[in-house]
């Protein structure tokens, strides 16, 4: 069977999901941003629910996310991404809210914000992308910066005792009764893709029963602020990244 | 003989490469040749697909359409 045999609409298996924009994505190559954005894009449209969706874009890498959501978007003050969230949330609460932020925005900046929406419970999906690096602004330390992981701003490691511990803020919103559904995915293998699909997916059903909030961390790579090729920083991931912050659920309540 | 084929959009692909260890048959690599941004983009270099969509889930941008014959 040859190539033109094949390529026939009926035998289509996988193409770009149409709520996603046509637009050119700014991130750089092999960033888990996009894999991370086509995910929620694909959920939203997997359960037709573009029309009946709002996200709030945060800032960071991806402060232009509402260039490539073809869902409402509205952009957030820096960090805070949840507040915004709740009031439109509890303004449209018959609407599918989402909130998407880095780790320099959600567990730094925005830290507040975050443990006091997820203490709250509002019925909201928080998608959060850890990087452990600030990769906007040219790779400065995060709060969730490795231990002797080097950045600009700690050029011979992360030193803990001046510089503090890394910030597991995945396990800390855990133990807040606010959350129902707290998970940490990663996007950078076709399995873990397809799991962390299925995550993104139940953190949006859960929103039809009001259940509270719903935490999806993707640990993901910043090849360029790691200073790496794209398959060598998702190695270094799987190294050094998923030791100290593991995949799984956290917390899912009945 | 092929079961699969994969179009790629040559312009939007960074040539990450990425989807290349994610492919079980080893059927795409990055060209020689640049797209207008400079990138090397991704190519067919066998017509060993299985269509399993391994490639696209994992390309961040999106660039890979899958098909695949019942």
Same mark, same amino acid.
């Given at each position: 069977?040859?190539?033109?045999?094949?390529?026939?609409? %009926?035998? &289509?298996?996988?193409?770009?999901?149409?709520? &996603?924009?046509?637009?050119?994505?700014?991130?750089?190559?092999?960033?888990?941003?996009?894999? $991370?954005?086509? &995910?929620? $894009?694909?959920?939203? %449209? %997997?359960m037709g629910i573009q029309e009946k969706t709002i996200g709030i874009a945060p800032v960071g890498c991806s402060v232009l996310a509402y260039n490539y959501f073809e869902v409402d978007m509205q952009e957030a003050a820096h960090g805070r991404a949840p507040a915004l969230a709740t009031a439109v949330k509890r303004l449209k609460p018959d609407f599918f809210v989402f909130s998407y932020q880095g780790d320099g925005d959600l567990a730094a900046i925005g830290t507040g914000e975050t443990i006091h929406a997820c203490n709250r419970g509002e019925n909201i999906t928080m998608i959060f992308i850890n990087n452990g690096i600030y990769g906007m602004t040219g790779g400065q330390m995060a709060p969730t910066t490795l231990e002797d992981m080097k950045t600009s701003t700690s050029p011979y490691g992360r030193e803990v005792q001046s510089m503090g511990n890394p910030l597991k803020i995945t396990e800390l919103l855990a133990q807040l009764p606010g959350t129902c559904y707290v998970t940490r995915q990663a996007v950078y293998t076709p399995a873990l893709v397809r799991k962390c699909k299925r995550a993104i997916r139940q953190a949006f059903e859960n929103q039809k029963e009001n259940k509270g909030v719903s935490f999806v961390e993707i640990v993901s790579n910043c090849n360029s602020g790691w200073k790496m090729t794209p398959t060598a920083s998702n190695q270094w991931l799987e190294d050094n990244m998923l030791p100290f912050y593991p995949l799984g659920d956290i917390k899912v309540s009945k | 003989m092929a079961k699969g084929a994969i179009v790629i959009d040559i312009e939007r692909c960074k040539g990450c490469g990425v989807c290349?260890?994610?492919?079980?048959?080893?059927?795409?690599a990055l060209a020689k040749k640049v797209n207008k941004k400079g990138y090397n983009y991704l190519e067919v270099q066998n017509d060993n697909c299985i269509g399993c969509a391994n490639c696209a889930i994992v390309c961040p941008d999106g660039v890979i359409t899958v098909y695949r014959a019942k």
């Open positions: 069977m040859n190539r033109e045999d094949i390529i026939k609409p %009926e035998n &289509l298996v996988y193409r770009r999901t149409p709520v &996603l924009t046509e637009n050119i994505m700014h991130y750089c190559p092999g960033c888990g941003h996009g894999t $991370a954005h086509r &995910l929620v $894009a694909e959920v939203i %449209e %997997e | 290349i260890p994610a492919c079980p048959n080893k059927v795409i």
